[in-house]
Structure formats: C-alpha cells, structure tokens
C-alpha cells in the first residue's frame, strides 16, 4: 500500500494553560518526534498527555510556545485543513453509532471528496489490513465486540492515508487478551505502513512494548525523559521516571524488552 510520506512534529516550548486555571497542564513541552516512528507519550493521569496531543490538531489550542508539523506551525494552518491530514483514534472510539462500519471508516475520505469507487475500494483494503471479514462492512458498532470496534476505529483513523496519527489509549477498554493482539498487529502495521505515530498510554508495559520513542510527562505537564524504551530502563533520568517505570523490576523488564521487541531489537 503506497501512503504519503510521514510528517515530523516538533514541540517548541510548547505549553497549554485552560481558561480558569492557575496550573498549565502542559509546560515548556521541546521535543522532536520523529517522521515514520511511533512515539508513546505516558504519564500519570493528569500529566497532560491528552492535552499534549490535542495541540497537534487544534483540538486544544497553545498558550504558548509552537508545535510544527513539517516545519509549519499549527497556527498557521485551519483546523480543518489540519485534520484532514491527521488520523484520530481514542479510547471511547467514537464511532457513529447509526452508520455501519465501511460508512464509519468512509468518513474523512468522504469529505475530501473521494468518488465512490474509490471509498469502495479503500474499505475493503483497509477490513482486510486490520484483519476484519468483509461482511463486518455492513454492520452497526452495537453489534460488533469491543475489539472489533477498537479496529474499525484504527481503520477509520487510516482511512485517508494520513502521514500522521494521533492514538489516545485506543486499546484502553480492551480485555487483555484481545489488547495484547491489537498492540502486537498494531505494531506490525506500522512498522509496515511507516506513518508517524503519536499514542497517548499511561500503561508502561504497553510503552516499553510499542514505542520507539517514549517522552515520560511527570504532574505538572513537563517532561521528565524523552528516550528509547531501552535507555528508559537502562537508565531513567530521575526517581519519578525510575518509579515510573518499576526499576525494582529492571533486569526482568530486560530480558521482557528482549521478548517483545525480539524482531527489531
Ligand atoms: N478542558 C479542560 N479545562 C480545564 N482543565 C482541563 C481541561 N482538560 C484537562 N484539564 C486539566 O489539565 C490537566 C491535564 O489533563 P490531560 O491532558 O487530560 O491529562 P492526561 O491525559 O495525562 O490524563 C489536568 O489537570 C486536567 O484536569
Ligand atoms: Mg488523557
């Protein structure tokens, strides 16, 4: 599957303070995430991950600072015009729950004018890539699994082909199981499709497992560590991180690294 070239996105002292609070949620944020990488950004709940993400499509807009993609500011750049080139994928889903799933995952491509060959045939691609039966197409997200929803989700994300995607927890309320499944085809899929990803956790395991980069927010929405998952166990930049990511358990987490990661490391 050919696919547009993958975006980078640098954070430039980027920072988000909402209306009516005292606090940022999001402080003094500098770091360049890699175009066709999977970047994990993790912290405790409330360390502004969400709020990190949603700077990078307008969804929330910056109090300060910059966020460049592809060298061209945010905010010189419509919302709309934005999204189109930005997939979005979260935890709670999201999909409509009175269209089936190909009008779900036609979507974005619909906007943008695609006719309806094309739509077509890019659904049915995209049920076969994240390993859904065709006839799924013409069901409603009520009759469909937890795990069948979180992939028509991804598919949907992916449906334009976008060089960016943003992941909120998508496998978030997902049995362990079928969320192990999901990170391992997820992994494969874009380390095949070569897209730049930012994925919002705050599950460790599921960072280490995933992330080519992991950027750890500590409270207060700065950031603690931008590193490798291998240099973050190795060696983590302070006490928060190292409680973070559970160095009482370092050597085992090695050897789990090696285990997960076995085919890229
Ligand atoms: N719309 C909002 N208005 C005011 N405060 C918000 C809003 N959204 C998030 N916050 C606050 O900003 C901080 C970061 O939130 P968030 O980005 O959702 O964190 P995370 O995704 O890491 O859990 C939290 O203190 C949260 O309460
Ligand atoms: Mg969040």
């Given at each position: 599957m050919s696919g547009n070239a993958a975006a980078t996105v640098e954070f430039d002292r980027a920072a988000k303070q909402y209306a009516?609070?005292?606090?940022?949620?999001?402080?003094?944020l500098s770091l360049t995430i890699p175009a066709g990488k999977l970047t994990i950004f993790i912290g405790p709940?409330?360390?502004?991950k969400t709020t990190a993400m949603r700077l990078v499509n307008r969804m929330i807009e910056l109090t300060d600072g910059d966020v460049r993609v592809d060298g061209v500011s945010?905010?010189?750049?419509?919302p709309a015009e934005l999204r189109r080139g930005i997939g979005y994928a979260i935890?709670?889903?999201?999909?409509?729950?009175?269209?089936t799933v190909a009008e779900n995952i036609a979507t974005v491509p619909k906007l943008i004018g695609w006719d309806d060959k094309r739509v077509k045939a890019r659904t049915t691609e995209l049920l076969e890539l994240i390993g859904l039966?065709?006839?799924?197409?013409?069901?409603?997200?009520?009759?469909?699994?937890g795990g069948q929803r979180q992939r028509v989700g991804v598919a949907r994300a992916l449906a334009a082909d976008p060089p960016l995607l943003l992941m909120d927890e998508?496998?978030?309320?997902?049995d362990p199981i079928t969320r192990g499944r999901l990170q391992e085809e997820f992994r494969r899929l874009q380390t095949e499709l070569g897209k730049t990803v930012i994925f919002v956790t705050h599950d460790i395991d599921e960072a280490l497992k995933l992330g080519d980069h992991i950027a750890v927010l500590r409270p207060g929405g700065e950031l603690a560590q931008f590193a490798t998952a291998e240099e973050l166990v190795r060696?983590?930049?302070d006490e928060f991180v190292e409680q973070f990511v559970g160095a009482d358990r370092m050597i085992a987490r090695l050897e789990w690294l090696t285990q997960v990661r076995g085919e890229r490391t």
């Open positions: 009516g609070s005292e606090d940022y949620a999001i402080r003094d709940s409330g360390s502004g945010v905010k010189d750049r419509s935890q709670q889903i999201g999909l409509f729950p009175h269209q039966e065709p006839e799924l197409a013409k069901r409603y997200p009520a009759q469909l699994s998508p496998f978030g309320a997902i060696d983590p930049a």
